[in-house]
T-cell receptor
């Protein structure tokens, strides 16, 4: 039990599909993150939300669209992805900008 | 740009021996560091952290050492067990901006029976 719950754990989608990844944190934190983890690469920060406002957007293609309805929930909407987008997508949360980041178990995405 | 690197992609140790995993960071202004453990098919799990005003911190069977002079961080695991088999990576809080951690690529620890 990590305190950060992600669903689904596994997702296979076609390049024309629309799907969403969901994240919920039970730690009372005020910041939430999406990271991409690819094989043999460091974690790549995609988006950061603080108190439901986006504070970081690291030049992520528009086919990835985040949504943060409240400080406990975060979504990543996926649309017309490419095979190279196949990766482990990790949600995380922290208290404030300098707090320790805690991760969820990740959503394994395969784009076919 | 800022970077964090691990010295060895793979480390094999005998069960019961001590393990040492190393990490180097580039920005001397980084002031907070975390070690994570990531088991196969799971997300990264927080192990231990250290701030730059310390040079050593101990947890249960784990110790983190920080050498700010050479910008080096290490994780020591005492009496390594099969359950310690995982990928370990370090993270440094980037001083240039908030919410930004720089992550290493990870060292895979294999525990031999």
């Amino acid at each position: 039990e990590t305190g950060v719950t992600q669903t689904p754990r596994h997702l296979v989608m076609g390049m024309t599909n629309k799907k969403s990844l969901k994240c919920e944190q039970h730690l009372g934190h005020n910041a939430m993150y999406w990271y991409k983890q690819s094989a043999k690469k460091p974690l790549e920060l995609m988006f950061v939300y603080s108190l439901e406002e986006r504070v970081e957007n690291n030049s992520v293609p528009s086919r990835f669209s985040p949504e943060c309805p409240n400080s406990s929930h975060l979504f990543l909407h996926l649309h017309t992805l490419q095979p190279e987008d196949s990766a482990l997508y990790l949600c995380a949360s922290s208290q404030d900008s300098q707090g320790t980041i805690y991760f969820g178990e990740g959503s394994w995405l395969t784009v076919v | 740009g800022e970077s964090v690197g691990l010295h060895l992609p793979t480390l094999s140790v005998q069960e019961g021996d001590n393990s040492i995993i190393n990490c180097a960071y580039s920005n001397s202004a980084s002031d907070y560091f975390i070690w994570y453990k990531q088991e196969s098919g799971k997300g990264p799990q927080f192990i231990i952290d250290i701030r730059s005003n310390m040079d050593k911190r101990q947890g249960q069977r784990v110790t983190v050492l920080l050498n700010k002079t050479v910008k080096h961080l290490s994780l020591q695991i005492a009496a390594t067990q099969p359950g310690d088999s995982a990928v370990y990576f370090c993270a440094a809080l980037a001083p240039s901006g908030t919410y930004k951690y720089i992550f290493g690529t990870g060292t895979r620890l294999k525990v031999l029976a």
